[in-house]
């Protein structure tokens, strides 16, 4: 059974950081890329950033460069986001994805599964 669970959100005042987790497993981790996406009431889920599969390479998008990070252990089958300097428009659910390979990786139609979310709320 295919399982990539999300945790690490919650309540944070802005300005303040979190670390959000996904542990994947039934599925293979070593060898795809992976990636955080977010959404929020209302809106379409959109890409926040995505990692190759050896690390070599990290994408972001405009709005979370220089203040979030993404790393991953595939040791533990383990993919990471430390989001700082958060804002209040970064409240959303946040969603881990194993991507199919490793090209489009903004592209949210490439990732094939998809973790329940964790909800970050950041207050103003």
């Known amino acids: 059974q295919v399982q990539l669970v999300e945790s690490g959100g919650g309540l944070v005042q802005a300005g303040g950081s979190l670390r959000l987790s996904c542990a994947a497993s039934?599925?293979?981790?070593?060898?795809?890329?992976m990636g955080w996406f977010r959404q929020a009431p209302g809106q379409e889920r959109e890409f926040r950033a995505a990692?190759?599969?050896?690390?070599?390479?990290?994408y972001y998008a405009d709005s979370v460069k220089g203040r979030f990070t993404i790393s991953r252990d595939n040791a533990k089958n383990t993919l990471y986001l430390q989001m700082n300097s958060l804002k209040p428009e970064d409240t959303a659910v946040y969603f881990c994805?194993?991507?199919?390979?490793?090209?489009?990786?903004?592209?949210?139609?490439?990732?094939?599964?998809w973790g329940q979310g964790t909800q970050v709320t950041v207050s103003s």
């Open positions: 990692i190759h599969w050896s690390s070599a390479t990290t």
């Open positions: 994805a194993r991507h199919r390979g490793d090209r489009a990786i903004k592209d949210l139609n490439k990732y094939a599964y």
């Open positions: 039934g599925v293979t981790f070593r060898g795809y890329a």
